[in-house]
């Protein structure tokens, strides 16, 4: 940083210069770490990538039957190992096809959960569909009862109205009746029992984009 001194008439005109440390070289420089990129945010929530870092949060959220339960067809496969808990998150960030996705659920809000992902929110192709694409989401129980899936799911909705879906369906356990109420609290219809896409028949939810704008 350099300093210039103006004195008055009749006086020398002084340069003060203080110099500080000698630049870095570029061999001194570290790149700042790159966090997870982020998707969305709502008023309490950061809705983000899944990363490679997450393993050990994969394993505590997705290792628990009660969470699992509700995922897929059959029998409830938690995930065991770190491995596991790796090759969940790549398969994962391999669903990025905006707008959809397979994201991480991190709560923003002060208070015990702040800081941390309690789960995950999707937007992706139904299995042995046609196009059609489905909204779902999953929790840690320390997270249920917040309000957490209702509001990551809202702005899931809007993501894909926005990016030019005509519909978003939502398929759940035919007991999973807290799913269930989520669905209808962010403005989803049930059409009923359906016994297609999945193996074992599923209750059915739908919105369209036009009832999305009404």
């Not at 203080?18 to 570290?30: E, K, R, T």
């Not at 997705?62 to 897929?72: C, M, N, S």
């Amino acid at each position: 940083m350099s300093v210039l001194s103006r004195v008055g008439p009749q006086q020398e005109h002084t340069i003060v210069l203080s110099v500080g440390p000698a630049p870095a070289c570029d061999s001194d420089l570290v790149e700042p770490p790159i966090g997870p990129r982020t998707v969305l945010t709502t008023d309490r929530l950061r809705i983000r990538d899944w990363v490679p870092a997450d393993g050990d949060t994969v394993l505590e959220i997705y290792g628990r039957v009660e969470v699992v339960k509700w995922l897929g067809d059959g029998d409830p496969v938690p995930c065991q190992t770190p491995e596991q808990a790796q090759a969940w998150i790549q398969r994962w960030r391999g669903r990025d096809d905006p707008p959809l996705g397979y994201w991480a659920i991190e709560v923003t809000e002060p208070g015990p959960l702040a800081g941390r992902v309690v789960g995950s929110v999707l937007l992706v192709p139904l299995p042995n569909g046609d196009g059609e694409v489905e909204i779902g989401w999953s929790l840690h129980p320390d997270a249920w009862g917040h309000g957490f899936a209702s509001e990551a799911g809202r702005a899931v909705l809007a993501r894909g109205f926005d990016g030019g879906l005509p519909e978003i369906h939502a398929v759940t356990h035919l007991t999973n009746e807290l799913s269930m109420a989520v669905c209808r609290r962010i403005g989803m219809t049930h059409r009923g029992v359906v016994e297609k896409w999945y193996a074992l028949p599923s209750q059915h939810f739908v919105v369209t984009r036009d009832q999305w704008d009404g």
